[in-house]
T-cell receptor, first 110, second 113 residues
Framework: QKEVEQDPGPLSVPEGAIVSLNCTYS??????FMWYRQYSRKGPELLMY????GNKEDGRFTAQVDKSSKYISLFIRDSQPSDSATYLC??????????FGAGTTVTVRA | EAQVTQNPRYLITVTGKKLTVTCSQN?????MSWYRQDPGLGLRQIYY???????DKGDVPEGYKVSRKEKRNFPLILESPSPNQTSLYFC????????????FGPGTRLLVL
């Protein structure tokens, strides 16, 4: 079993819809949680970072962490075609070593 | 311009022929890391470095070596490449708050025949 599980999709939604992405994990020692966005043929870029449990909002993006369920989510409101990308969750115990999910490919249809 | 550069961007080689992929950052970052990305497996960390002369293994270090003799450079060395090392490789660097400010390079696509 992988340490971090992420549904690879693909996920296709109409423009303006809410995109919901999630990851589950098995290592209860994870305390830092991140979401990255990766456009085709590019390196990943950090979208959201959360420490421990709770919610964090940044514009149209909301990240949620539920440590009791070992479950994290990313919501994208009012999705745009420019949001079409692969989204990767990542987690860390000690701030140095990162474990990534496989990534979910999202397409937002105009 | 702040950036992480990798060279080469594309490489085709044969089994057993030693190669080095260079990584350089111009942001004076302390932390650097190497990842490989494979379909269905996502990104997997190979090695990371917290500072000059300080390196540690990630999840998949077998078959790779690294060195950090200067702050700006973090080369990845494949002493005897094998076909299972065919992958897309990313270098990344960060400030002291590693988890928040990690910048990725453009990637190196490696094919080992």
């Amino acid at each position: 079993q992988k340490e971090v599980e992420q549904d690879p999709g693909p996920l296709s939604v109409p423009e303006g819809a809410i995109v919901s992405l999630n990851c589950t994990y098995s290592n209860s020692a994870f305390q830092y949680f991140m979401w990255y966005r990766q456009y085709s043929r590019k390196g990943p870029e950090l979208l959201m970072y959360t420490y421990s449990s709770g919610n964090k909002e940044d514009g149209r993006f909301t990240a949620q962490v539920d440590k009791s369920s070992k479950y994290i989510s990313l919501f994208i409101r009012d999705s745009q075609p420019s949001d079409s990308a692969t989204y990767l969750c990542a987690m860390s115990v000690n701030d140095y070593k990162l474990s990534f999910g496989a990534g979910t490919t999202v397409t937002v249809r105009a | 311009e702040a950036q992480v550069t990798q060279n080469p961007r594309y490489l085709i080689t044969v089994t057993g022929k030693k190669l080095t992929v260079t990584c350089s950052q111009n942001m004076n970052h302390e932390y650097m890391s190497w990842y490989r990305q494979d379909p269905g497996l996502g990104l997997r960390q190979i090695y990371y470095s917290m500072n000059v002369e300080v390196t540690d293994k990630g999840d998949v270090p077998e078959g790779y070596k690294v060195s950090r003799k200067e702050k700006r450079n973090f080369p990845l060395i494949l002493e005897s490449p094998s076909p299972n090392q065919t992958s897309l490789y990313f270098c990344a660097s960060s400030t002291d708050r590693f988890r928040e400010t990690q910048y990725f390079g453009p990637g190196t696509r490696l094919l080992v025949l």
